[in-house]
Structures are given as structure tokens and as C-alpha cells.
T-cell receptor, first 113, second 119 residues
Framework: NAGVTQTPKFRVLKTGQSMTLLCAQD?????MYWYRQDPGMGLRLIHYSVGEGTTAKGEVPDGYNVSRLKKQNFLLGLESAAPSQTSVYFC????????????FGPGTRLLVL | AQKITQTQPGMFVQEKEAVTLDCTYD???????LFWYKQPSSGEMIFLIYQGSYDEQNATEGRYSLNFQKARKSANLVISASQLGDSAMYFCAMREGVNDGEYGNKLVFGAGTILRVKS
């Protein structure tokens, strides 16, 4: 049982390049989330999904897209990376939405030059 | 307006002593949940403790307890008998609402408190 895993662990992009971050969970959780963590600001929700095939915007969705084609995977895409998207990205999942604990992946460190 | 406020950017505590990390929150919902997460220097987010707004007793998990004062809208984390391994960043977070369809169990995080345990 690996829990929540994220790929890649670290990536450097040039401005304008695109990339996809992959999140996978093996806990059969319905809900999945993408957060970003910037210094001094805690974590902020980018997008989330309440089930396979569904996605919704969080607090800071601009510049990102997501897809949840399979229940166990939640993809975060950057179509045209900007230096402001330099951050640490965390994926999380929870069994449902009734206050269940969110379990986090190890994070992806992204640097956009 | 900030929904979660952690007023202590950094704290020091002597090993084996207790420490309280402050968290105040702002919500108009009657049903909400409060969480504490630990982030060590390795970067992962570790769930510590949860308190529901309707829970009458303060939550406890081993050396962690949550001092929940609903009227003051505070949810302070108390760590007893501090250990060197407790040195980390600690985040308070809140989930609002009961309607999953509307809120999706989303968490709002505070800015965090860095705790350093001295030997």
C-alpha cells in the first residue's frame, strides 16, 4: 500500500514549456486534490475532484488544468509555465467529503526559469 | 480576510517540555472541521489530529491534543513531552460546510508555525 505517490519529484522548466504532474493513490479514495505551497503562505488549493470524471476549481486555478480519467489518478497540467508557478505541488486524497482526513503525497518541486 | 491565522511564525521549546501552537479561525458555518498537519524538513505532510465542530471533547492523539475553544474560534495544538523529532513546520487547516457537493471537503490552511525543539 503506497498511499499517495507523485511523479516527478523535481522538475525544471523554461517559461512557456508545458508539463503534467501525475498523482496516484491506491486507497480507493473518491476525492483528490492539488495544492501548491509557497513560502509564508501555507498550502492553497488549485483544483480538486469529487470522483472519477469530475473536476472543480479551487482557490488558485488560473494557469492549471486537471483531469481525473481514472479514479486512482489525478493529473495536473501546466500548458504554458510561468515563473510564478515555481512552487511545491502537493497532491492529496480522501475517502469522501464528510470531513475525512486528507492524505498527502510527498510533493513535487517545480522550478520555472 | 484570512480564515486561518497562525500568529507564531516560529517557536522554540526545550526537549521534554510541553508547547502550544496557536490557531484561530473564521467561519460562519455551524459545521466545520479543524486539522493539524506536521511538515518535517523532508517535506511530506503528516496528519496529526482532527476536531469536528460538534465534538464535545477535545481531540487527543498520543502526545498531541487539540485545545478547542469554540466561542473564541481557536484550535490550539498542544504537544506534550516534546522530542527532537517534533522539530518541523506545523499547519492548522479548516474544512467548512456539510454539503459535499458545494465544498468538496476543501481545506484552507494557515501560514504555519516552525517549531524547534532544543536539547
Amino acid at each position: 500500500n503506497a498511499g499517495v505517490t507523485q511523479t516527478p519529484k523535481f522538475r525544471v522548466l523554461k517559461t512557456g514549456q508545458s508539463m503534467t504532474l501525475l498523482c496516484a493513490q491506491d486507497m480507493n479514495h473518491e476525492y483528490m486534490y492539488w495544492y501548491r505551497q509557497d513560502p509564508g503562505m501555507g498550502l492553497r488549493l488549485i483544483h480538486y475532484s469529487v470522483g472519477e470524471g469530475t473536476t472543480a476549481k479551487g482557490e488558485v486555478p488560473d494557469g492549471y488544468n486537471v483531469s481525473r480519467l481514472k479514479k486512482q489518478n489525478f493529473l495536473l497540467g501546466l500548458e504554458s509555465a510561468a515563473p510564478s508557478q515555481t512552487s511545491v505541488y502537493f497532491c492529496a486524497s480522501s475517502l469522501g467529503g464528510g470531513g475525512e482526513t486528507q492524505y498527502f503525497g510527498p510533493g513535487t518541486r517545480l522550478l520555472v526559469l | 480576510a484570512q480564515k486561518i491565522t497562525q500568529t507564531q511564525p516560529g517557536m522554540f521549546v526545550q526537549e521534554k517540555e510541553a508547547v502550544t501552537l496557536d490557531c484561530t479561525y473564521d467561519t460562519s458555518d455551524q459545521s466545520y472541521g479543524l486539522f493539524w498537519y506536521k511538515q518535517p524538513s523532508s517535506g511530506e505532510m503528516i496528519f496529526l489530529i482532527y476536531q469536528g465542530s460538534y465534538d464535545e471533547q477535545n481531540a487527543t492523539e498520543g502526545r498531541y491534543s487539540l485545545n478547542f475553544q469554540k466561542a473564541r474560534k481557536s484550535a490550539n495544538l498542544v504537544i506534550s513531552a516534546s522530542q527532537l523529532g517534533d522539530s518541523a513546520m506545523y499547519f492548522c487547516a479548516m474544512r467548512e460546510g456539510v454539503n459535499d457537493g458545494e465544498y468538496g471537503n476543501k481545506l484552507v490552511f494557515g501560514a504555519g508555525t516552525i517549531l524547534r525543539v532544543k536539547s
